[in-house]
Antibody
Framework: QVQLQESGPGLVKPSGTLSLTCAVS?????????WSWVRQPPGKGLEWIGEIYHSGSTNYNPSLKSRVTMSVDKSKSQFSLKLSSVTAADTAVYYC????????????????WGQGTLVTVSS | DIQMTQSPSSLSASVGDRVTITCRASQSISRYLNWYQQKPGKAPKLLIYAASSLQSGVPSRFSGSGSGTDFTLTISSLQPEDFAAYFC?????????FGQGTSLEIK
């Protein structure tokens, strides 16, 4: 059973950089899955931030692309998110998730999720 | 980006009821549509992928249908543990986008 666990500071100052790590256990980060970050502002909907492959290849949401950097550390079986120049609008619960695949047409979905971590942007 | 619109935004129902939630895409997404359930303070849980494929371990009272732009999630007989928020998500193009959610409440 794959398990994911987010970690990082729960409070970030405006204009600072949000940094989170997702530890993967119960499965290999080196397999054919992509690994994703999703966020959810309090009381609101879900926003896809981006995804990373174990090779380091990334795809980012164009709305956040200029501020997002993702990386992977295969030796530690973890991947990370950095979001720069944060404002109060970046206050959200941040989830990491595995991108699963199914069917012959390559359907993708988020099948394993971390518990989420609340990051508040405030001075 | 593809816009996903769910209806209704909230719904009150009773245990045993049959419930249907609708999701509409702003353009055709074939069958690249997933459904998630989210309980308060918890991460979303995958219910349905590829519009109608039931994720392993999900009760058979959940079903999905649709293709193109219009999709539905149906719960055939509501159980107490089904009261939660439900989100649709398209995986047809990047960035993947979610509906705004449907809150299913106890009547």
């Amino acid at each position: 059973q794959v398990q994911l666990q987010e970690s990082g500071p729960g409070l970030v100052k405006p204009s600072g950089t949000l940094s989170l790590t997702c530890a993967v256990s119960g499965g290999s980060i080196n397999n054919s899955n992509w690994w994703s970050w999703v966020r959810q502002p309090p009381g609101k909907g879900l926003e896809w931030i981006g995804e990373i492959y174990h090779s380091g290849s990334t795809n980012y949401n164009p709305s956040l692309k200029s501020r997002v950097t993702m990386s992977v550390d295969k030796s530690k079986s973890q991947f990370s998110l950095k979001l720069s120049s944060v404002t109060a609008a970046d206050t959200a619960v941040y989830y990491c998730a595995r991108v699963g695949k199914g069917g012959l047409l390559g359907f993708v979905f988020l099948d394993y999720w971390g518990q989420g971590t609340l990051v508040t942007v405030s001075s | 980006d593809i816009q996903m619109t769910q209806s209704p935004s909230s719904l009150s129902a009773s245990v045993g009821d049959r419930v249907t939630i609708t999701c509409r895409a702003s353009q055709s997404i074939s069958r690249y549509l997933n459904w998630y359930q989210q309980k308060p303070g918890k991460a979303p849980k995958l219910l349905i992928y590829a519009a109608s494929s039931l994720q392993s371990g999900v009760p058979s009272r959940f079903s999905g249908s649709g293709s193109g732009t219009d999709f539905t999630l149906t719960i055939s007989s509501l159980q107490p543990e089904d009261f939660a928020a439900y989100f649709c998500q398209q995986s047809y193009s990047t960035p993947p986008t979610f509906g705004q959610g449907t809150s299913l409440e106890i009547k």
